[in-house]
């Protein structure tokens, strides 16, 4: 395309002349091979579809004198314009992976007909659309789809058939017209196809299970975010193109149909078949979060405000599902008082699928899981039940997040799961604080910061192209997840009390039942709030949401705050904190950092927390004998403190542990760990904050340093004479071997024991694996009666694998149980055995997986992710293993 300052031309509105445009300043036109300078007063020139697909483009460019003027659009001068060539070898009108805005759906009217003998299927699909702008094109998508027949209608026209031209590439179909269809028109296409249902679990797709009796059943369900739903039926899948939809399901008797709305009837075909026939939807409905099951399942319902909440499984689960109905009812309640606007469907369905790859979706009305993600027992603990209630507490905030209100495109996916993200946690800390989600939002928050300290990260709103499927399904990561949570955590924790949650409320009116990009959101909240951060009422500094946030949202990674003492003063330094300077493009990032801090005079309680805001490369504040920042750990960046600064922390620590909050301690166990991965500080300094934890009892710390001193372990294990773990062991050995193997109640506990045992059993605790190998033959000789308690399972189930009889009997024990909290536990087993034969066995069965990406491969930002994480393993082991060596 042209690149022009300082008028940008839109061909998004598709005008079919081609533009003629005027220029009076200098220009340059890009190719991904060519760059053409043009200097002229004025210059003439026609758009002549660039891409980066590397097809040639050839251009008409005349340079005139002012007197010449330009030449009209439909004049003689000679132009050529090249187009991707379709299926049949014609010319396919359009030349962008991107829709284009000339013809917006109205409604879609969906008639399929699944064959789970076949495992084929056929469908209508009658689109209603409006003409947003004069075109002779109507281009949309499909995917896989054998379309039969299609018709055209406009406005109260007879219906004529018209030929459909299908460029694959880019999955789209498209309709072209001798004249205009003229902005305003309203048009029906009709679509009659054939398809395959999908083995790959998205699109509309088959699967199977095994029933009670051994029997083979088969089902088939629908999957379609990212960029699915034009496997099933033609459409406009972009999440922009808004309709309402009416569905019906034509299915053998044996079997149910479900579909995002309640059914409105039922009608029974001449061939014996039954065709149930869905409310129309009551709201416009993106594309990806239109769903429909075919399968033999039951269910459990009951009426929450006006809604049918009903939880869906195979018949032999039934009473696996009563936990799941519990919370979401629960939950459903909660999200409807504090958003303000309630759930605005009559139904609710939670549907538990055997066969589902992702671990859940949030289909409208319609929620899908992976059994695992929904299903456990009523006895199962809490561990088992936190799981549960996460993804239930995920999918049902989507509901008003990207559901209700929707990001305009996947760049902005943040503003849809970090906000289902956060509310996850914020829900059931205030709804079920018995499960202690607290630690868990700790625990991801640190593992976002992780990723994001990686060059091949990438901004919460992405501004760069997004457009490819590749780019579209990496987005789906935990920089927008964690990330996004993270940030809306530190916006809250930042604002005076009530009002995060009105500007949330004041976003969700506005826009409810549209598209949104990030600068929406900031907006709807500096209407009602700005950032007011004083240390005191006569030094206020304010300043927009829009202003901090954008610091936050448009660039990767996040700041390192350095605190440096010169006399009474203290100086706050910030930077980019970037593990891999490999391929790094050095900026001058800066954040504007709500900085929180406590100090030695108070420490503990949030009425200690003090806050300023740091929007400059420095700082300064007044000098105490020391300062923790970040109170509480809400905010995303880290902080070194300089050798003097841990020094006091330590020796306060070391003094009394509770002079600073469990997430703190476990905040600076963080801190000082990632600031040895950057080099920052010596791993002496490391082992020296960890003398205090031989004093430490608390869940988070204790886990976080249990979880880093694991990852050197990992690192470190070919090389014995390090004597890592008699150095764990010798800190926390006492400790691992005073945990109980009965039953927890407390869910703190339970992850506390969880994590000391697994890595005792891990470096060979004799007492672990004597216990944990006990706890097993109990459990197979009562032919598993004797339950494991549930966050022990894991540890056991991993000693056991380790042993050729364990590993088969857990293989066998996989195959054949119904409770889904111990699957998962036994696969995970499974994968952890260090037998050579079974890791390859193992590693034979993804293998089709990684063949797939091919040349993609090395393209993937996973990819990246991963050659990067190894380069920097191994510079953190060129600069520690000497100290290592010599302290241990």
Not at 215 to 238: G, W
Not at 391 to 408: D, I, K, P, S, Y
Not at 434 to 462: C, I, T, W
Not at 853 to 861: I, V
Request: charged fraction near 20%.
């Amino acid at each position: 395309m042209f690149e022009e300052e300082p008028d940008v031309v839109d061909l998004a509105k598709d005008s079919t002349a081609f533009p003629v445009i005027t220029y009076y300043t200098t220009l340059t036109l890009t190719h991904p091979l060519i760059t053409i300078p043009f200097f002229s007063s004025n210059l003439c020139g026609y758009c002549i579809g660039l891409h980066s697909y590397g097809v040639v483009c050839v251009f008409t460019v005349l340079i005139l004198s002012p007197q010449t003027g330009c030449p009209k659009a439909n004049s003689s001068t000679p132009m050529e314009l090249v187009y991707p060539k379709s299926t049949t070898g014609e010319m396919f009108p359009w030349n962008e992976l991107r829709l284009p805005a000339s013809v917006r759906p109205v409604n879609y009217d969906l008639s399929l007909t699944p064959n789970l003998t076949s495992m084929t299927f056929t469908g209508r699909t009658i689109i209603n659309m409006i003409i947003q702008h004069n075109t002779k094109r109507v281009v949309l998508h499909s995917s896989e789809i054998n379309i039969i027949k299609a018709t055209f209608q406009v406005g109260e026209g007879k219906s004529v058939e018209v030929k459909v031209l299908e460029y694959k590439p880019w999955q789209q179909i498209a309709v072209s017209f001798p004249g205009d269809l003229k902005e305003g028109q309203v048009c029906v296409l009709t679509l009659d196809y054939t398809a395959n249902l999908s083995h790959t679990y998205d699109g509309f797709y088959n699967s199977s299970y095994n029933d009670k009796t051994g029997a083979k059943r088969v089902l088939a369900a629908t999957q379609f975010e990212p960029q699915a739903a034009r496997k099933a039926f033609p459409c406009f899948d972009e999440p922009a193109f808004k309709a309402t939809f009416l569905v019906r399901i034509t299915r053998e008797p044996e079997y149910i149909a479900l579909s995002n709305m309640p059914k409105a009837k039922t009608t029974t075909l001449p061939s014996g078949m039954l065709e149930d026939e869905f409310e129309q939807t009551s709201v416009n409905m993106s594309t990806y979060l239109v769903a429909f099951i075919v399968a033999n399942f039951t269910s459990i319902t009951r009426n929450v405000s006006n809604t049918l909440v009903s939880v869906y499984s195979v018949p032999e689960k039934k009473e696996h599902t009563q936990y799941a109905l519990d919370t979401a009812s629960r939950l459903l309640q909660f999200y409807n008082t504090v958003f303000d606007i309630d759930y605005p469907l009559r139904k609710l369905d939670l549907v538990a699928i055997p066969d589902f790859l992702a671990g859940a979706m949030e289909n409208w009305g319609l929620i899908t899981f992976r059994e695992t993600s929904l299903l456990v027992q009523n006895q199962s603990s809490l561990l088992d039940k936190q799981l549960i209630a996460n993804v239930v507490a995920h999918e049902l905030a989507h509901q008003w997040f990207g559901n209700l209100v929707t990001m305009r495109w996947w760049n902005d996916l943040w503003l849809s799961e970090g906000f289902a993200t956060y509310w996850q946690y914020a829900s059931l800390m205030t709804e079920f604080p018995q499960l202690y989600l607290g630690n868990v939002f700790l625990e991801e928050r640190f593992k976002a910061m992780a990723k994001d300290s990686l060059n091949s990260s990438h901004p919460v709103s992405v501004s760069a192209q997004v457009t490819t499927p590749e780019q579209v399904s990496e987005m789906f990561d935990s920089i927008t997840y964690e990330k996004g949570a993270s940030l809306l955590l530190m916006l809250n924790s930042t604002l005076p009390d009530g009002q995060f949650r009105k500007g949330l409320l004041e976003y969700l009116r506005q826009y409810r039942g549209s598209n949104t990009v990030t600068d929406d959101l900031w907006n709807s909240i500096t209407r009602v709030a700005v950032v007011c951060l004083s240390r005191d009422s006569l030094n206020a500094e304010v300043e927009s949401v829009s202003d901090m946030m954008r610091t936050w949202t448009l660039q990767k990674g996040f700041p390192l705050v350095t605190v440096s003492r010169k006399g009474g003063e203290v100086t706050l330094t910030q930077e980019h904190f970037l593990l891999s300077t490999d391929n790094t493009t050095h900026t001058s990032s800066l954040w504007h950092i709500p900085v929180t801090y406590v100090n030695d005079s108070c420490s503990s309680a949030p009425s200690c927390r003090q806050m300023f805001t740091l929007r400059n490369k420095t700082g300064i504040t007044h000098s105490t004998s020391w300062l923790k920042l970040n109170y509480m750990n809400t905010g995303f960046y880290i902080v070194h403190y300089g050798d003097e600064g841990w020094t006091a922390l330590i020796d306060a620590l070391k003094t009394d542990v509770s002079t600073l909050t469990p997430h703190d301690r476990a905040s600076l166990i963080h801190n000082i760990f990632s600031l040895s991965r950057l080099g920052r500080v010596s791993f002496r300094q490391v082992l020296s904050l960890l003398d205090y934890t031989t004093n430490e009892t608390e869940t988070a710390p204790l886990t976080e340093a249990l979880t880093q001193l694991s990852s050197v372990y990992r690192l470190l294990d070919k090389r014995p004479e390090l004597r890592l773990v008699a150095y764990i062991l010798g800190h926390f050995g006492p400790l691992m071997d005073s945990q109980d193997w009965g039953v927890e109640e407390s869910v703190s506990s339970q992850e506390r024991r969880s994590a000391l045992l697994e890595l005792a059993c891990s470096l060979g605790r004799k007492n672990c694996t004597d216990q944990a190998t006990a706890l097993y033959e109990q459990w197979t000789n009562s032919n598993q009666t004797n339950r494991i308690p549930g966050d022990l399972q894991r540890v056991v189930f991993s000693v056991a694998a380790q042993s050729d009889s364990g590993w088969l009997s857990l293989l066998d024990t996989y195959r054949l149980t119904t409770y889904d909290s111990e699957k998962r536990k036994i696969l995970q087993a499974l994968a952890s055995t260090q037998d050579p034969r079974r890791i390859v066995w193992i590693l034979s069965t993804v293998q089709g997986f990684f063949s797939s990406l091919k040349e993609r491969g090395s393209q993937m930002r996973s990819v990246q992710e991963a050659l990067e994480t190894i380069r920097l393993n191994q510079h953190w082991m060129d600069r520690n293993l000497a100290t290592l060596r010599d302290w241990l």
